[in-house]
């Protein structure tokens, strides 16, 4: 998955998630800073970091929503979306983004039967870690309290690195398969604790059991 927060003075901010299909976890496996310049150079920058990282394009590519279509081109009516798009880059608008509470949520440890290890649902490589200025600075820098004034808020170095986490935390199409697995871990482990229950009261392998209730 790829995720770009665009400006108009900035230029793209972009991070790299992958998924280990072990566990259902994330990891920000990259990410890069394309300066501000003409569109067709930064697009150009952008395919390069994909070509660097894997033989293939992403499988979902994500970009803020207010970002992406805000106007970039006043004579043509264009905006981030469209001109990419005309450039090979395609991208979906982000849902609704995430807020911190549930960012916090993504990185704090939670146990990993499969890892046999706490680990968060969502981790940062050690070649993402050592970027310089990159996600993990931008994350520990970041700040917010209710006195806060939003010019303040807004122009916090690093804000743009929360923000591209904060769009893909919350992408319904990520989240919808996570949740559906979770679900359906959560019903196999309930099938096999009745089954060991049932056994237990002498039934043994004669008494299979299918579709048991949850008993919510």
């Known amino acids: 998955v790829e995720v770009v927060d665009p400006s108009m003075t900035r230029g793209l901010y972009i991070i790299y998630f992958q998924m280990d299909p072990r ?5 920000m496996t990259w990410a890069a800073h394309v300066p501000d310049g003409p569109i067709s150079v930064m ?8 070509r660097f990282i894997r033989d ?5 590519c994500i970009m803020d929503a207010k970002g992406g279509r805000a106007r970039i ?23 609704e983004p995430t807020t911190l509470e549930e960012v916090d949520e993504w990185l704090k440890l939670t146990w990993d039967p499969v890892l046999e290890k706490p680990i968060p649902k969502l981790s940062i490589t050690e070649g993402v870690a050592a970027i310089h200025r990159g996600p993990l600075w931008g994350l520990q820098r970041f700040q917010w309290h209710p006195l806060m004034g939003q010019k303040e808020f807004l122009q916090q170095p690093g804000k743009d690195w929360v923000d591209c986490v904060k769009y893909f935390c919350n992408q319904r199409s990520i989240n919808r398969a996570r949740l559906r697995k979770g679900r359906e871990g959560q019903r196999g482990r309930t099938v096999e604790r009745h089954s060991r229950l049932a056994r237990s009261y002498g039934f043994g392998e004669r008494a299979r059991l299918f579709n048991l209730p949850t008993y919510r």
Request: no cysteine; hydrophobic share 25%; glycine share 2%.
């Open 23 to 27: 566990t259902d976890r994330w990891f």
């Open 73 to 95: 081109d006043k004579e043509r009516d264009e905006d981030w979306l469209q001109r990419f798009r005309q450039l090979g880059l395609d991208y979906v608008p982000n849902d």
């Open 56 to 60: 293939r394009d992403p499988e979902l």
């Open 43 to 50: 697009v150009e920058q952008v395919k390069r970091e994909r």
